[in-house]
């Protein structure tokens, strides 16, 4: 091989670290279009509250049954493969979510959204382990970046395009999105690498090791934060601290921009430092943080720098479990290694939420619940990183 075509290689390589994340856009634009859409479906359809929490577990839950059968198909048949039919099964099932008529139908849509969601992040994560073999932290850590920027963009764009032409508008308008992703993934990615060595993956039970089990496990307690603060951050805020709505998105908004930031330097600083390290040395404080910002801040200002300080502290998950359990997996097993690991975090988006709302409940006292919910599974989450050792990287 000539030294140009190794250079046209390299820097094919380096767009495709920009453009694959990309794909994440799509999960998080839909998540954020169903939330601003929910009061206009539940007229539609006439669905009551618990109906309406229910298409949300419904997305979950298939996402969580089918990310770990998704690791283990890109493993087998190429991760491109396997991006591709998420991408398009995203598109396929919001698109006709948006154009249904009968709740049923669109229940069932938001299910085969749901596969895709489960389909997209695993192969991701195996193809920037691909594309960055050696700082797998920070191609990672851009998956959950791009997740961010859907999820702020996705509020945006389905507000304003639902509010002039209605929510299934917007449903469309979003699917057409994760089309165009599609199309470009298709065109653009290559899947060589990953199809010479698919003959030679290890079975999925292989995958299923100890340290993957325990990574899991601290997946589940590191992201059920996340996803317990996102649900019931905005309610402890307007209750408990008096904040105005507005003062309230505008700290929601800073916690998502501390969710990106922390993704992005912990993940590059886990190249240097080691996952390990750099996962324990932040989920600690970021305990601490959780206690100070919902037991002591009052203000809207110091909410806002806590919650900042709070969730870079806290951006580890999922990203820097996936590089540690491709680093800890069998050879030819990443992508089933990623799909563990995402199927936990997706767990614990279903159970989490729901597990804080009994606290409030039995507490009755919300930021006690929120510190619980929040500072101990940090630190179980830490102590459980520590007990994995981490693999050494070529």
């Not at 140009?4 to 994440?24: G, H, K, M, W, Y």
């Not at 198909?73 to 099932?93: C, E, M, N, Q």
Request: aromatic fraction near 8%.
């Amino acid at each position: 091989m000539t030294e140009q075509t190794t250079t046209e290689l390299s820097r094919r390589d380096f767009l495709s670290a920009c453009i694959v994340p990309c794909s994440n856009l799509t999960p998080s634009m839909m998540v954020a279009a169903l939330g601003i859409a929910l009061p206009e479906i539940r007229q539609t359809f006439s669905l009551s509250e618990l109906q309406a929490g229910g298409l949300f577990s419904a997305m979950m839950v298939v996402a969580a049954v089918t990310s770990g059968i998704a690791g283990r198909l890109a493993d087998r048949f190429g991760p491109k493969t396997v991006l591709i039919t998420g991408l398009s099964l995203l598109a396929l099932g919001f698109g006709g979510a948006g154009i249904s008529g009968q709740g049923i139908l669109f229940f069932s849509c938001l299910a085969l959204t749901g596969i895709g969601y489960g389909f997209t992040p695993p192969s991701q994560y195996a193809i920037m382990s691909d594309l960055l073999p050696h700082r797998r932290g920070l191609g990672a850590s851009l998956v959950s970046v791009a997740y961010g920027i859907g999820g702020a963009v996705g509020a945006v764009l389905a507000s304003r395009v639902a509010a002039a032409f209605g929510w299934r508008a917007a449903f469309v308008t979003v699917a057409a999105i994760a089309t165009t992703i599609m199309l470009l993934q298709l065109y653009w990615i290559r899947n060589t690498q990953r199809i010479t060595t698919a003959a030679q993956s290890g079975s999925f039970r292989d995958a299923l090791s100890f340290p993957i089990l325990i990574l899991a496990l601290a997946e589940f307690a590191g992201g059920s934060v996340f996803w317990s603060c996102a649900a019931w951050t905005p309610t402890l805020l307007r209750s408990a601290k008096a904040l105005t709505l507005q003062e309230t998105g505008w700290v929601m908004g800073v916690l998502s921009l501390a969710n990106m930031l922390g993704a992005f330097s912990l993940g590059a600083l886990s190249d240097k430092l080691g996952r390990k390290r750099v996962i324990i040395l932040s989920a600690l404080p970021a305990a601490a943080a959780a206690f100070v910002v919902f037991y002591w801040l009052t203000s809207a200002v110091g909410i806002a720098l806590g919650i900042l300080v709070f969730g870079i502290l806290k951006a580890t998950v999922p990203a820097l479990v996936v590089a540690l359990a491709q680093e800890a997996a069998p050879a030819g097993s990443p992508g089933a290694a990623s799909g563990i690991i995402m199927s936990l975090h997706y767990t614990s988006g279903v159970l989490a939420p729901l597990i804080a709302a009994q606290l409030i409940t039995g507490t009755g006292d919300i930021v006690l619940a929120m510190i619980l919910v929040s500072a101990v599974p940090l630190v179980l989450y830490a102590s459980l990183i520590g007990a994995v050792r981490e693999q050494r990287r070529l």
